[in-house]
């Protein structure tokens, strides 16, 4: 299992490769959109998965408007 760490570091490394490829934030949509469709793909395999998932997006939605209103992460 890769730690966490590991992880971030590849996430990280994933984001500059999306800033090189497309440098308009405006053009990121579709790449969330993949990576949150191949999460689904992965974390779906009961009907208790899906749940969990949809309750993620449902945070993340919250976590969205929270930045959009307060400018920062948290």
Do not use: C, H
Not at 22 to 37: C, I, Q
Not at 49 to 69: C, G, H, P, V, W
Request: charged share 30%.
């Amino acid at each position: 299992m890769i730690k966490e760490d590991d992880l971030r570091d590849s996430l990280d490394s994933i984001a500059g490769d999306i800033v090189d490829l497309e440098s308009n934030p405006r053009t990121w949509l579709s790449w969330m959109v993949y990576l949150l469709a191949r999460l689904e793909e992965k974390s779906t395999i009961t009907a208790s998965d899906k749940e969990a998932f949809f309750e993620m997006l449902s945070a993340l939605q919250d976590e969205i408007r929270n930045r959009m209103k307060t400018g920062g992460w948290n």
